[in-house]
């Protein structure tokens, strides 16, 4: 398994389309995943190689003067727990630290909506996030917005 960062925008979107329309538990909403896409490939994108097949990737997007977000990471289901994530986010977490981010922050689903974003959530505390704020409504009363943050410092 090798881990690169990906710079061509071509490439980016097929690898982030590749990979989010296999992930339909988390990316059905069809409008959300076509930006996802879409953004993908005006953003830092990480990705995780199987041989030449891509298995999963991660965006960041800057959120503020020292602020990096995980905008959107999906990793192919028969590949999840085998630290690939974990391998894709360190690789984005040291690229933030090395460019002066001072924090890093990831939004998702709050625990206990949903069993799937429930594992979501346990791997971003796994990874060292800490509970920053709940927005019950920013995406819709449904989706309770979840967001974790972590000092790159």
């Known amino acids: 398994m090798t881990i690169r960062e990906v710079t061509d925008a071509e490439e980016k979107k097929r690898i982030s389309r590749l990979v989010l329309e296999a992930l339909p538990d988390w990316f059905e909403v069809t409008e959300t995943r076509e930006a996802y896409i879409r953004e993908s490939a005006e953003l830092p994108l990480f990705a995780a190689f199987d041989g030449e097949k891509p298995v999963g990737f991660l965006c960041l997007k800057e959120t503020g003067k020292d602020t990096m977000e995980l905008h959107v990471m999906g990793i192919l289901k028969e590949y999840h727990r085998h630290g690939i994530g974990k391998k894709l986010f360190a690789e984005a977490r040291d690229a933030a630290a090395q460019e002066g981010y001072s924090f ?36 819709d009363e449904l989706n309770p917005c979840q967001v974790y943050v972590m000092s790159l410092r």
């Open 104 to 139: 890093f922050q990831v939004k998702t689903v709050q625990m206990g909506k949903y069993p799937d974003y429930d594992d979501t959530n346990r791997f971003y505390i796994a990874l060292g996030f800490k509970e920053f704020e709940v927005f019950p409504t920013l995406w």
